[in-house]
C-alpha cells in the first residue's frame, strides 16, 4: 500500500532523511518512532503531499505522491498533531466543509453519518467546536481524516493532551480502523505502540535505523537477555548451582529479598534461551522459582539502546 524508496530530503548540507526505504502492507498498523528531530514529520509531510523529497520515491497505493499528487492524497487521511479545526464551526458544518473540500463524491449524508457513528460523534453533531472538550475535539480531527474513506490513515501524535480514559478510546479506535484502512500511528507514547501497532519503524538522525514487528523488536539487538528470577532456597547454594548451568554467562544475586527467596539477574549466552534448562535445574533441586521475567525488552528500553546504538556508530571518531 505504501512504498518508500531511498528517501532523501536535504537543507543545504544538512540530511532530514537519508536514504530511508520501507513498505507498510495494507491493513498494518504501523508505529513510526524517533527522538525529536529524527525525521518523523518530514516523512508524513512527504507521505501527505505537503513536502517535496529531494530525491527517491513515495508511492501510495501504486501512486507516485509526486507525479500524480491529487490522486495520491486522495488515498491518504492524515490527523496532524494540532487537529485543523475551525472552532465557529458545529461538528456537522465542519465536517461538510472538509467533505466539501475533499471533492468527496461518496454519498453525502450516509458517510459522514457513519463517521460520527464509528467516531462517536453523533451525539454532539450538532455542537460548536469550541465548546467541546480535548478528546471530542481529537475525535472530530480523526472523523475529517476518515472523509472520502482513505485507503490509508496517518496520525500524529493523536492522544497529546487526552485523559487516561480519552487516551484508551482513542487507541481501541485506531485497532478498529485497521480493519479497513492502513494505519500509520507517530507517538512519543511507547506504550501506546507497543499496545496498537504490530510493526514498528524506528528513525534516527534521518536514518531508518529499525524495522520490526513489535515482537521481534528485541533481537534486533543482538543481545543476550537478562532474566530477573526470583528463587527460593540458600542464596549461595541456588548461586553457585546456576553459574554450573550450562549456557549460563553470569549470575548477579541482588539485595532484593523476599522471606527465604532471593531476586537474582541471570544472563545466558548469545543465543542460548536459558528457560527450559533453568526449570528444570531448579525443580531437580527443589528450588521453587516464583517469578521469572525478561528486563530491558520493553519498548522503552529497546528504543533507547537502539538509538544509542545508532548515535554512537554515526559519532565522528575522535583522533589522538
Known sequence: MIKVENLVKRYGANYALNDVSFEIGEGEVVGLLGPNGAGKSTTMNILTGFL?????????????????PIAAKRMIGYLPEQPPLYPDMTVEEYLNFVYELKGCTL????????????????????????????GYKQRVGIAQALIGDPKVVIFDEPTV??????????????????KNHT??????????????????????????????????????????????AKIAGPEREVTNALRAMHGMKSVTATAEKEADATVYLL????????RKP???????????LL???????????????LVERSDAADAPSVRK
Do not use: W
Open 291 to 305: 517469578e521469572l521475567a525478561p528486563t530491558g525488552t520493553d519498548l522503552e528500553s529497546i528504543f533507547i539502546r
Open 107 to 134: 454519498e453525502r449524508g450516509p458517510h459522514l453519518a457513519e463517521i460520527m457513528s464509528v467516531v462517536k460523534l453523533t451525539d454532539v453533531r450538532g455542537r460548536l467546536i469550541r465548546n467541546l472538550s480535548k
Open 183 to 228: 494505519v500509520i500511528l507517530s507517538t512519543h507514547i511507547l506504550a501506546e505502540v507497543q499496545s496498537v501497532c504490530q510493526r514498528v519503524l524506528i528513525i534516527n538522525r534521518g536514518r531508518l535505523i529499525a524495522d520490526k514487528h513489535t515482537d521481534e523488536l528485541a533481537r534486533s539487538l543482538e543481545d543476550s537477555v537478562i532474566y530477573r
Open 161 to 178: 493532551g487526552l485523559d487516561p480514559k480519552q487516551i484508551l478510546e482513542v487507541r481501541n479506535l485506531i485497532r478498529a480502523l485497521s
Open 278 to 288: 533453568l526449570f528444570r535445574l531448579l525443580a531437580g533441586a527443589n528450588y521453587p
Open 52 to 68: 517535496a523529497a529531494t530525491s527517491g520515491t513515495a508511492t501510495i497505493g501504486g501512486v507516485d505522491i509526486r507525479e500524480d
Open 267 to 274: 544472563e545466558g549466552a548469545r543465543g542460548f534461551d536459558i
